[in-house]
C-alpha cells in the first residue's frame, strides 16, 4: 500500500533510509523543523538548516521516487533563548515560498515554561498572519497532558488560526480527544519505546475513528523506526479491518491536509505530473 509519513525527520537518516521508505511504498514524507541533538549558536546555523530542508533533502529523496516536503521553525527544546528564537522567527518569511515548504512547525512546547509558550504563541501568530499551516509538538511523557492543555489554550485564543489547519502531533490516549474536539488534525508516533505503538495506535482508531487522523513515524536521532508506517497498516490488517479505512489514515488523511497549502503539489505514484 502506497503511503504518507507526515513526520519524519531524513537529515538525521542515512540514504539507505530512502530507499527502504520506497521499497515499502512510501510516496513522500514531510520533514518537520527540529532540533539538531544539540542547541544551535547563531540564527545562521538556522538559515543554513533551511537550506538543507528546502534545497538539498527534496533531491536526496527524488533519487528513490520519495516526494519531500517540510516546515520550518525554531523548535520547541530551543526555545527558550527568546532572544535567539526571535532572530529565527525573522528568518522564516523568507523561505515560506520554497516550493516544498508546508508551513511552520513542529513548534509546541517542551518543558512547559513561560519562554516556550511565549516562542510558541509568537510562531502560531506568524503563521496565522502569513495564512501557513501549523505543526504542533506536544511535550513528553509526563508532561504531555499539561503542556497540550496549554497549547490549545494559546490556539484558542489566536482567532486568525482556523483549527482545521493546525496538526497536533504525537497524541497519546488521553490527549487525542481534547484535540480533536478543538477541531484540529491529530497523529500519532509510532515510536518503539515511547509515544505509542502501532496496536496503541490501532486501540485509538478502533475508539475516535479516522476523521482528521494520521500517524507517523517521527524517525530521528534516537531510537525509532523509519518503517513505522507500514507496521501499522500490518496491524490493521491483522485486525481486519478494510483497505480503505487503513489508506484514508496512511494516505490520504495526509493529502487533506497538506492540500489546504497552496505549495503543496503532491504526485501520486504512477501519474505524469503536468
Known amino acids: 500500500m502506497d503511503y504518507i509519513d507526515p513526520h ?6 542515512v540514504t539507505d ?29 538556522f538559515a543554513d538548516y ?14 528513490f521516487g520519495v516526494q519531500h516536503f517540510c516546515w520550518l521553525c525554531i523548535n520547541a527544546k530551543e526555545a527558550e533563548n527568546v532572544a535567539l528564537s526571535r532572530e529565527v522567527i525573522a528568518l522564516i518569511p523568507q523561505f515560506l515560498d520554497r516550493p516544498n515548504v508546508l508551513g511552520i512547525g513542529e513548534i509546541g512546547l517542551n518543558k512547559n515554561t513561560r519562554n516556550e509558550v511565549t516562542i510558541f504563541t509568537e510562531q502560531a501568530a ?7 499551516l501549523v505543526l504542533v509538538h506536544t511535550p513528553h511523557l509526563e508532561d504531555k497532558y499539561l503542556g497540550t492543555r496549554m497549547i490549545l489554550d494559546v490556539l484558542s485564543r ?28 491529530c497523529a500519532m508516533t509510532l515510536y518503539p519505546v515511547t509515544k505509542c505503538t502501532p496496536a496503541r495506535a490501532a486501540d485509538m482508531i478502533e475508539v ?19 518503517t513505522a508506517v507500514p507496521k501499522f497498516v500490518a496491524e490493521m490488517r ?11 489514515v496512511v494516505y490520504d488523511n ?16 504512477g501519474v505524469q505530473p503536468g
Open 50 to 63: 533551511f537550506r538543507q530542508l528546502t534545497e538539498y533533502e527534496p533531491r536526496r529523496a527524488a533519487q
Open 126 to 132: 506568524l503563521a496565522a498572519d502569513a495564512g501557513e
Open 158 to 185: 489566536n482567532t486568525a488560526m482556523p483549527p482545521e489547519r493546525v496538526l497536533i502531533d504525537h497524541v497519546e490516549e488521553h490527549t487525542i480527544r481534547p484535540a480533536l474536539e478543538a477541531g484540529h488534525w
Open 254 to 269: 495526509p493529502v487533506r491536509f497538506f492540500a489546504q497549502c497552496g505549495r503543496f503539489r503532491f504526485t501520486p505514484r
Open 8 to 13: 519524519i525527520h531524513m537529515v538525521s537518516r
Open 208 to 226: 475516535h475513528g479516522v476523521e482528521r487522523v494520521m500517524v507517523n513515524s517521527a524517525g530521528d536521532w534516537g531510537v525509532s523506526d523509519p
Open 17 to 45: 533510509d530512502y530507499e527502504r521508505l520506497a521499497r515499502s511504498g512510501c510516496v513522500a514524507v514531510s520533514e518537520p523543523a527540529f532540533w539538531a541533538g544539540f542547541d544551535r549558536g547563531s540564527a545562521a546555523a
Open 238 to 248: 491483522r485486525r481486519g479491518h478494510d483497505e480503505e479505512t487503513i489508506r484514508t
